[in-house]
């Protein structure tokens, strides 16, 4: 298991930039495909981005692709999320999370570990 801890969220106009951070520990992170959800008010979580345990695939939801990029630098424990371009739709409360399989989906329950969110607001 790892324990995951977001941050990096905050209020920002739309057309603007954040960088999310999340960083692991409790497990050896190169195990561990990673992802990031959010959830909007009154939304189920929705898939946003996923990355391999390496780094070597990434994967994106429809809404997010060419605006967001994911990342993960194993030596340090972190995964990212670039998020450039943002829009009032993307206000939710993001999480990281992580799985033991090889290939990160697109479903929330899919994960084994999740952090405790950081809420992203873009305003206009």
């Known amino acids: 298991q790892v324990q995951l801890v977001e941050s990096g969220g905050g209020l920002v106009q739309a057309g603007g930039s954040l960088r999310l951070s999340c960083a692991a520990s409790?497990?050896?992170?190169?195990?561990?495909?990673m992802g990031w959800f959010r959830q909007a008010p009154g939304k189920e979580h929705e898939f946003v981005a996923a990355?391999?345990?390496?780094?070597?695939?990434?994967y994106y939801a429809d809404s997010v692709k060419g605006r967001f990029t994911i990342s993960r630098d194993n030596a340090k424990n972190l995964v990212y999320l670039q998020m450039n371009s943002l829009k009032r739709e993307d206000t939710a409360v993001y999480y990281c999370?992580?799985?033991?399989?090889?290939?990160?989906?697109?479903?929330?329950?899919?994960?084994?570990?999740w952090g405790q969110g950081t809420q992203v607001t873009v305003s206009s």
């Open positions: 999370a992580a799985t033991t399989a090889p290939r990160p989906g697109a479903v929330w329950g899919e994960y084994d570990d």
């Open positions: 409790g497990g050896t992170f190169s195990r561990y495909s």
């Open positions: 990355i391999s345990r390496i780094g070597g695939s990434t």
